[in-house]
């Protein structure tokens, strides 16, 4: 069983040859537009006629435009018989009318699509809005830093960043996380009417804050309060490079204050961290 097209037909008149065999046969003799029902050992022969068939449906009909009138001087000459001519018909074959009625093709959809040269560019506005959509999250972050790098979750992410670029986080102050382990109170050894107090400060922050300002309140028995002294870094500290650093997390560190003695009526104290 071969499937054949019109060209392949009228080029011998119906002659063929076997793409296995090689062998020549007549393809008229059993043309048939379908297979017959299975199953089935070979094809109908056709009848051969004498006569050959009469053809009435039509695929398409020429339309001849209307003849031009002839001016003619003699009223009773005869009109002379035209060439037809064929450019000009005018027809329109059934399947052009079919495919109308069709619904286009993925292929015929495609080509109808526009190009994308014609559609807007888009890609701007989104590169733009992406940029002020980060620079807004950047600035926001920037704002709330203290509480980012205080959060574990996100302090944690930081600092992991940071470990991995090379880079360092600001010093995040947590006055509540600093732990006063020892304190002790005395006479200044080498100044008068003064006081020398030495604190021991851990740090339980799981990242570097900034040294403390320190906040030294001395009371009497009654509670009474005689002195208070607020000391900065810079007050008990004298070298930039350590106050750069500030106090690494989980380090402890002794702090040395000098005070003016308030007299012997000062019997308690208290250490407060800003």
Same mark, same amino acid.
């Given at each position: 069983?071969?499937?054949?097209?019109?060209?392949?037909?009228?080029?011998?008149?119906?002659?063929?040859?076997?793409?296995?065999?090689?062998?020549?046969?007549?393809?008229?003799?059993?043309?048939?537009?379908?297979?017959?029902?299975?199953?089935?050992?070979?094809?109908?022969?056709?009848?051969?006629?004498?006569?050959?068939?009469?053809?009435?449906?039509?695929?398409?009909?020429?339309? %001849? &435009?209307?003849?031009? $009138?002839?001016?003619?001087?003699?009223?009773?000459?005869? @009109? *002379?018989?035209? !060439? +037809?001519?064929?450019?000009?018909?005018?027809?329109?074959?059934?399947?052009?009318?079919?495919?109308?009625?069709?619904?286009?093709?993925?292929?015929?959809?495609?080509?109808?699509?526009?190009?994308?040269?014609? %559609? &807007?560019?888009?890609? $701007?506005?989104?590169?733009?809005?992406?940029?002020?959509? @980060? *620079?807004?999250? !950047? +600035?926001?972050?920037?704002?709330?830093?203290?509480?980012?790098?205080?959060?574990?979750?996100?302090?944690?992410?930081?600092?992991?960043?940071?470990?991995?670029?090379?880079?360092?986080?600001?010093?995040?102050?947590? &006055?509540?996380?600093?732990?006063?382990?020892?304190?002790?109170?005395?006479?200044?050894?080498?100044?008068?009417?003064?006081?020398?107090?030495?604190?021991?400060?851990?740090?339980?922050?799981?990242?570097?804050?900034?040294?403390?300002?320190?906040?030294?309140?001395?009371?009497?028995?009654?509670?009474?309060?005689?002195?208070?002294?607020?000391?900065?870094?810079?007050?008990?500290?004298?070298?930039?490079?350590?106050?750069?650093?500030?106090?690494?997390?989980?380090?402890?560190?002794?702090?040395?204050?000098?005070?003016?003695?308030?007299?012997?009526?000062?019997?308690?104290?208290?250490?407060?961290?800003?």
């Amino acid at each position: 069983m071969f499937s054949l097209g019109a060209q392949a037909l009228v080029q011998a008149h119906g002659y063929v040859l076997c793409g296995h065999c090689g062998a020549g046969f007549d393809s008229l003799a059993t043309l048939s537009e379908q297979l017959p029902p299975e199953p089935f050992q070979e094809m109908p022969t056709n009848e051969q006629a004498l006569a050959p068939p009469r053809i009435e449906l039509v695929v398409y009909r020429p339309q %001849r &435009p209307a003849p031009e $009138p002839v001016a003619t001087t003699e009223p009773d000459a005869p @009109i *002379a018989a035209e !060439a +037809e001519d064929f450019s000009q018909l005018v027809f329109a074959p059934r399947f052009v009318k079919d495919s109308r009625k069709r619904k286009p093709s993925r292929a015929e959809r495609k080509r109808r699509t526009p190009r994308d040269t014609d %559609r &807007p560019r888009r890609w $701007p506005w989104i590169l733009v809005c992406s940029a002020l959509a @980060i *620079a807004l999250a !950047a +600035e926001l972050a920037w704002v709330d830093r203290d509480d980012l790098i205080r959060d574990p979750t996100t302090g944690g992410w930081l600092r992991g960043t940071c470990n991995t670029l090379g880079c360092r986080l600001p010093l995040v102050a947590a &006055p509540k996380q600093l732990h006063l382990l020892a304190s002790n109170v005395e006479t200044h050894p080498n100044a008068a009417n003064a006081l020398m107090i030495s604190l021991s400060l851990r740090n339980d922050a799981a990242f570097a804050q900034p040294w403390p300002v320190v906040m030294v309140t001395l009371s009497d028995a009654q509670g009474h309060r005689l002195s208070m002294r607020r000391l900065l870094p810079t007050d008990y500290l004298d070298d930039p490079d350590v106050l750069h650093r500030g106090l690494a997390p989980g380090a402890t560190t002794a702090l040395l204050l000098e005070v003016q003695d308030p007299g012997n009526a000062a019997v308690a104290y208290q250490f407060d961290f800003e």
